[in-house]
């Protein structure tokens, strides 16, 4: 299919420009079939999955008929969660930058409704919202559907996946009859054609073909791996391939919560993200992963509806997505704004079937792959030390460096080559036992300003208490017990908090400890 400039659309040039800032000249095949089809009024069914530019699909038409100078709500949106919901504002926000007096407004659930009020009273032609919310809005008259002519249904799909389908029905019996309807959504299950038939009239059907929904920039690999082995395999992965940011998704909330503790303990800074969360938790996860604080993301696939980072290099499968959609929904979210990504899917035994269904139906080939072994792992740790040596050799003034080398050498009886092989043995943090007896590495731990974050292999499951970890540090260590920090207490391990220059003395302290009998092991949390 021919592509189509977005100044081929005859757009206001207020909308273009703010187009041109996002970065945006070609548009989507959806966006392409779309603009010009909503723009004309008539009622749309659009089938497009996430991460096909859907959002500016109807966006654009809805800037485009909106007058600024009548401050009442002239277009709803609603979505399934409060993160796409924020998601599109933001995006319709980008687009309306140049348009003056228009005001876009999310409302959802778990924010306090009597600010929102206030904020409607102010006026918003624009509102995007989840259907329990707005509906209550529209109980309580704080949203008037008077000059409504635009109502967009936004994943659709999802909406009735989570029962949303009486509040969807009640909303459209607001809307005054004379309205353009928009509906959105990944598949056409039968309760959507239910909706469309009823509330919908001579609707035209837009549909990206399959073939264009996966992202050719992403290349996708399995791996035949054990259930009990899984764990391991990610981490060996995560430290081969070494990826800025990584979503992994898991089938189950409960799943999402064991590897989110596993990873923990391990030193990853990673964190957990689904739907039976508090939404100030999922705020916070959210917050910390788009600042690269957390860089591994583990989610379900409903919470992850909304996740649009551009900087996620790795998605994981730990669990093979149940939908054959899910599997591209899933993928999307990596080789983002031209960047290249890779996608990684943990099969056992006879899931490898339906692995061919997705190569099938995506139209793509996903390779198996080998399971580095902990020589590759080392060999790329080294490979990536030798890049970044190799750059500053090329950009920086090392004179002064090679001086003191060269001092070094004439007064001790080492060689060049030794000097050199000793500082890559250090950046690899391989510097064998006898180092790592006489210093810890207590950078990245996580730990609070000047303190360092440890390890220790024994938790709830063990009748442990705070109490009793605290106790054995104080006791062994002969450090003040009034001084450690943070106890942290899973089921199998404990993170606690000492200050740094307690750390060592610590350590050597508790290398023969036992806590409530129990031998223990105790070590640096770090990060990788």
């Known amino acids: 299919m021919e592509t189509i400039r977005f100044d081929e659309l005859e757009l206001y040039p207020q909308i273009l420009r703010g187009i041109q800032e996002m970065g945006f000249e070609e548009a989507t095949p959806i966006q392409s079939q779309a603009i010009p089809v909503v723009m004309s009024g008539v009622d749309v069914i659009g089938q497009a999955q996430t991460g096909t530019g859907k959002t500016a699909a109807f966006g654009i038409p809805v800037l485009q008929k909106v007058d600024p100078s009548n401050k009442k709500t002239q277009t709803l949106i609603l979505s399934p969660t409060r993160e796409l919901a924020i998601q599109v504002a933001d995006e319709l926000r980008k687009l309306s930058k140049y348009m003056h007096g228009i005001k876009v407004l999310p409302v959802y659930g778990g924010q306090d409704i009597t600010k929102q009020i206030r904020s409607l009273k102010g006026g918003a032609q624009i509102i995007i919202g989840t259907p329990g919310r707005i509906m209550d809005h529209l109980r309580r008259r704080t ?10 249904l936004d994943e659709a799909d999802e909406m009735l ?30 309760p959507i054609l239910e909706i469309t038939r009823k509330y919908q009239h001579d609707a035209v059907t837009i549909k990206v073909v399959k073939k264009e929904l996966t992202v050719p920039s992403i290349d996708q690999y399995y791996y035949d791996v054990k259930r009990r082995d899984k764990v391991d395999v990610l981490t060996r992965l995560l430290d081969y391939y070494d990826p800025k940011l990584s979503l992994v998704f898991c089938n189950t909330k409960r799943m999402v919560d064991e590897l989110a503790q596993e990873l923990k303990g391990r030193g990853y800074f990673a964190e957990g993200l689904h739907g039976d969360m508090k939404q100030s938790q999922r705020d916070r996860v959210m917050k910390s992963f788009r600042s690269g604080k957390t860089d591994i993301l583990i989610a379900t696939d409903v919470a992850a509806r909304g996740i649009d980072v551009d900087d996620v290099e790795a998605v994981f499968n730990y669990d093979i997505p149940q939908d054959d959609e899910y599997y591209v929904h899933r993928i999307g979210r990596t080789g983002r704004a031209g960047r290249t990504g890779r996608a990684f899917t943990f099969v056992k035994g006879k899931e490898v079937y339906k692995l061919k269904d997705i190569q099938r139906y995506c139209k793509t080939k996903i390779l198996a792959q080998p399971i580095p072994s902990s020589d590759d792992v080392a060999q790329i740790k080294a490979e990536k030390v030798m890049e970044r040596i190799s750059a500053i050799i090329e950009e920086e003034d090392l004179r002064e460096m090679v001086d003191l080398i060269e001092k070094q050498i004439n007064e001790s009886d080492y060689t060049a080559m030794d000097i050199a092989a000793a500082f890559l043995m250090q950046a690899l943090g391989a ?14 731990t996580g730990a609070e300003e000047g303190m360092v974050r440890l390890f220790v292999n024994i938790g709830k499951k063990q009748n442990v208490k705070p109490g009793d970890v605290l106790g054995a540090i104080a006791g062994e260590s002969g450090m003040p017990g009034r001084l450690v920090g943070a106890i942290d207490m899973f089921d199998k391990y404990t993170f606690v908090e000492v200050p740094r220059e307690y750390g060592k003395e610590v350590l050597d ?20």
């Open 431 to 444: 510097d064998g036992e006898a180092e790592e007896k006489s210093s810890y590495d207590f950078d990245n």
């Open 161 to 190: 996946n989570m029962g949303f389908r009486e509040d969807i029905e009640t909303i459209l019996e607001y809307i005054p009859t004379e309205r353009q309807t928009v509906l959105f959504s990944a598949t056409m299950p039968k």
């Open 143 to 152: 949203i008037r559907c008077d000059y409504v002519n635009m109502i967009v």
């Open 509 to 528: 302290a508790m290398k023969n400890a036992k806590i409530k009998g129990k031998s223990v092991n105790v070590e640096p949390a770090n990060q990788k």
